[in-house]
Each structure stands twice: as C-alpha cells, then as structure tokens.
C-alpha cells in the first residue's frame, strides 16, 4: 500500500507542471460558477466556514471557496502540488493556506472544520475507510462532508470514443504519462469496490447521516467536450456529521 502512496505521489510531481496550468484557465472560466453552484447546495449556512479541501491538488477548490470569504486550508500528500497550490492563490489573490498532509490521516485537532470538499482524490486512496473515518473526526457536529468522484476503476473510457472527441481534460497529457496513470489505476481497483454504493457503506459506518448520491452533477458540470471536460460520470456524495 505504502509503495502504490508513493507511485501515485511521484507521478503527480511530474503532472503539477502542466496540471496547474490547466486549473487556474478553468478557475478563469465558467466552470468556476458552476463548481461553486454545486458546492453550495450543501455547504452549512453560515456566513465564513472553516473548511477543507483534501486533496488539493493545485488549490482549485480550496481558492474558489476562499474567494467567497470562507477559511479555506488545503491538504495534499505531493510536495510539489502543494508549491503550486501557493502559487495559485497568489495569482488569484486569495488567502487559502496549504500543507503537505496524508489524506487519509489529516493531522488536525478533532472538529476543525465545518465541512470537508474533495474532487477526484477518493478514488485513488487505498485506505478508504480508513480517510472516511478520520474526516468524520474532523467535522464539527453538523459539518459537511462534500466528495466529487467517479468509479474510475470500473467505468473505463473507451479508448477510440475518447480520441475523436474534439477536447478533453486528458488530452495534452503524454503518452508516457497516460500510460503510467493506467498503471496506477489497475493497482487501484485491487482495493475498490463498486461505487458509490461502497461509499455509502462506508460512510455510515465511519458515522455519518444524511448520505446523499447525485449522479447529475456530471452533466451540470460538463453539459459538452471541452479542455475541462471528465469522460467519466463523476458523481456528488454529500453527508453530514
């Protein structure tokens, strides 16, 4: 489990270059709103949040929330995303705070946060049960816990549809690169299950209530191809503490 951790850490060290790049067009873009749309249907209504963002990649969630006057911190286990990450909210001059942290076991003190946002990352974490406990611990009572994801382990793409499309997320990315993500990817089925009937399980038995699955959200966000667009149906799980 520690050495697949350290495969995927190492080839999004490779990825953060190019990925950041990517993510500060779309944060320039209407996909903004329409991810700030989605989040919102869940949030806790309070005026300013404490909130996390596990996963962060280059900060896009983190900063999108940021701007809207929430505390935002996120975590992420690559160095090199987290330095991006920095760079990210200074180009887009918000106060989001970064740190280099395992998903699965955030180090924060019991209730931080009001809720906890996710984009992409469940997927790829061999510990699931274990990071869905832990972010439990996390919330205060009544927080949020808001997972955007996808079964990428059992949905796979087909190949010849994906290359006629006109545009996509993954099409500047390497050959090499989309090789070694396949790689990563067939390690990660050995620990997943169908989803997200398994994350419902896994969620009320780490503690939460009010566990909610919409598979809409995929096409809200990406109604048609374009660089942005995720050819496999993401879904939302919400549920609160």
């Given at each position: 489990m520690e050495n697949l951790k350290e495969h995927i850490k190492s080839y999004w060290t490779r990825r953060a270059p190019s990925f950041v790049e990517q993510r500060l067009?779309?944060?320039?873009?209407?996909?903004r709103g329409l991810w700030l749309?989605?989040?919102?249907?869940?949030?806790?209504?309070?005026?300013?949040?404490?909130?996390?963002?596990v996963g962060t990649g280059t900060g896009f969630l983190a900063c999108l929330l940021a701007a809207e006057g929430h505390t935002a911190t996120g975590i992420d286990l690559t160095r090199e995303m987290i330095a991006r990450a920095e760079d990210f909210a200074?180009?887009?001059?918000?106060?989001?705070?970064?740190?280099v942290m395992d998903a699965e076991q955030p180090d924060f003190p019991p209730e931080s946060f009001d809720a906890i946002v996710t984009?992409?990352?469940?997927?790829?974490?061999?510990?699931?049960?274990?990071?869905?406990?832990?972010?439990?611990?996390?919330?205060?009572?009544?927080?949020?816990?808001?997972n955007f994801d996808a079964d990428y382990c059992h949905e796979f793409s087909d190949a010849e549809d994906l290359a006629l499309l006109p545009n996509h997320a993954h099409k500047m990315i390497p050959a090499d690169l989309v090789a070694e993500s396949d790689e990563i990817t067939q390690e990660l089925c050995a620990y997943q299950k169908r989803r997200p009937e398994w994350d419902l399980r896994l969620l009320v038995d780490a503690g939460f209530s009010r566990v909610t699955v919409d598979t809409g959200v995929w096409k809200r966000i990406y109604p048609a191809p374009d660089e942005f667009y995720n050819p496999t149906p993401i879904f939302t799980i919400a549920a609160e503490r």
């Open positions: 067009r779309e944060f320039e873009s209407e996909k749309r989605e989040i919102s249907r869940y949030l806790p209504k309070k005026k300013s949040l404490r909130i996390l963002d200074k180009a887009v001059k918000v106060p989001a705070k970064f740190l984009r992409n990352l469940t997927w790829t974490l061999p510990g699931l049960e274990k990071a869905y406990r832990s972010w439990h611990g996390l919330l205060a009572k009544g927080g949020t816990l808001i």
